[in-house]
């Protein structure tokens, strides 16, 4: 599927900067599939649920502007699962692969260096999304790698148009970040700090050790 993407075209002004939390609605069976085939889908659900509920308690910040991008679109109900949602400003992901729905997410922002994440990255801090805005003060990107070759983390400075940083990134893959990378071309990228994504059973092992070490 082609997606005619106006990356960062927008029509109403807002001052600021904007973290966008991408998130799948809490529905038994449909979330987290990889790990709940290791470990069982009642507890990769709740895991889920309560990583998503931690992460939008610690990244709501007055320093930028937080908004929920779900999928499915439909997020009636949503503030029932996680309370803090009412504090970001909701929007649905809409149809296409992962690279369409977050080029759609950064298209309908107001102006404003973005940054957006996952919801599984139960190491994400405010502190840590603060460095990536501040490197966005004199990068045109930044980029966080994850250890099995993707990213947890992608922001922008500018609005410009067109431009195409997802097109054709091979996705849950080793080649996820280098790809992204070769879209970016000339831009000047800045890297933010390697955190992992748990979304199999090693990774979900690992954050359970190392809870269990803190």
């Keep these: 599927m082609k997606m005619q993407t106006k990356f960062f075209c927008h029509r109403r002004p807002a001052p600021g900067r904007h973290l966008i939390l991408f998130v799948k609605a809490p529905r038994l069976g449909r979330v987290k599939r990889r790990l709940a085939a290791e470990i069982g889908a009642v507890p990769a659900w709740q895991f889920h649920r309560q990583t998503t ?102 922001g922008f400075r500018r609005r410009v148009a067109p431009f195409h940083p997802f097109r054709r990134v091979r996705w849950s893959s080793p080649h996820a970040f280098s790809d992204t990378l070769g879209n970016l071309g000339p831009l000047r990228v800045a890297r933010a700090a390697s955190l992992e994504d748990v979304d199999d059973g090693d990774s979900y092992r690992r954050w359970q050790q190392k809870k269990r070490g803190n």
């Design 53 to 154: 509920a931690a992460m939008l308690e610690r990244l709501s910040d007055p320093r930028w502007r937080l908004w929920l991008a779900v999928t499915p679109d439909d997020v009636r109900g949503i503030a029932h699962v996680w309370p803090r949602a009412r504090q970001a400003e909701p929007m649905g992901q809409g149809f296409g692969d992962l690279g369409c729905r977050m080029a759609r997410a950064f298209n309908r922002l107001p102006p404003g260096p973005a940054v957006l994440i996952g919801s599984d990255i139960p190491d994400a801090t405010a502190d840590a999304i603060a460095q990536a805005f501040r490197a966005l003060e004199n990068h045109a990107a930044v980029l966080g790698p994850s250890p099995d070759g993707g990213y947890w983390l992608v």
